[in-house]
């Protein structure tokens, strides 16, 4: 059973940083795609990042260099660094899984309970 356990979310205010983390467990494929998504109340979920078993590495257009996705495979563990943060950076992050890479678009299969990050002006 595929498990993920996002970790590092908290009150900060503008221009702060914050490390987000995700354990992952029971994900054993050698070929995956994984993320960072997040959903501020009333708005559509959002892909912040992504991911991928050859390295590959995507970013969205809203994140302007402030942040780094990263991942530690000897621990299973996905990592966001946000920095610069601004108070429309507040949402509910979520880590995300996929069994394939991340070429040609992804639709994560797996994902984690969240972890809030507010930033405050």
């Known amino acids: 059973q595929v498990q993920l356990a996002e970790s590092g979310g908290g009150s900060v205010q503008s221009g702060g940083s914050l490390r987000l983390s995700c354990v992952a467990s029971?994900?054993?494929?050698?070929?995956?795609?994984m993320g960072w998504f997040r959903q501020a109340p009333g708005k559509k979920r959002e892909e912040v990042a992504e991911?991928?078993?050859?390295?590959?590495?995507k970013y969205a257009d809203f994140v302007e260099g402030r942040h780094t996705i990263s991942q530690d495979n000897a621990n299973n563990t996905l990592y966001l660094q946000m920095n610069t943060l601004k108070p429309e950076d507040t949402a509910m992050y979520y880590c995300?899984?996929?069994?394939?890479?991340?070429?040609?678009?992804?639709?994560?299969?797996?994902w984690g309970q969240g972890t809030q990050v507010t930033v405050s002006s």
């Open positions: 991911i991928d078993s050859r390295g590959r590495i």
């Open positions: 029971g994900f054993t494929y050698s070929t995956y795609c």
């Open positions: 995300a899984a996929f069994y394939d890479d991340c070429s040609g678009g992804w639709s994560p299969s797996f």
